[in-house]
């Protein structure tokens, strides 16, 4: 069974950073791209950035040069640095398992952390 278990997240104030994991288990972790998405407060899904199995990285305009997407495929764990926070990153953040490349679409998701970035 496909698992995807995030930890992180919470409230941080603008400028400031936090770092989500998320823990995966029932597939081969090396071997498919992850992505990081988001929903903001009456939006819809946003992507973040992917990972290719090999660390090859990906990220929408608005994060880059803030957030840096990694991971570790001994521990089978994928992570998302966030510097900079801005009010508008404020959102639910999901990981995502993807169905192959980093051009695949989502088959498995995390439960969900809240990030919310306000003074």
């Known amino acids: 069974e496909v698992q995807l278990v995030e930890s992180g997240g919470g409230l941080v104030q603008p400028g400031g950073s936090l770092r989500f994991s998320c823990a995966a288990s029932?597939?081969?972790?090396?071997?498919?791209?992850m992505s990081w998405v988001r929903q903001a407060p009456g939006k819809g899904l946003e992507w973040v950035s992917v990972?290719?199995?090999?660390?090859?990285?990906r990220y929408v305009d608005s994060v880059k040069g803030r957030f840096t997407i990694s991971r570790d495929n001994a521990r089978n764990t994928l992570y998302l640095q966030m510097n900079s926070l801005k009010p508008e990153d404020t959102a639910v953040y999901y990981c995502?398992?993807?169905?192959?490349?980093?051009?695949?679409?989502?088959?498995?998701w995390g439960q969900g952390t809240q990030v919310t970035v306000s003074s």
């Open positions: 029932g597939f081969t972790f090396s071997s498919y791209a």
């Open positions: 995502a398992k993807l169905t192959g490349s980093i051009y695949g679409i989502p088959d498995y």
């Open positions: 990972s290719s199995g090999g660390g090859s990285t």
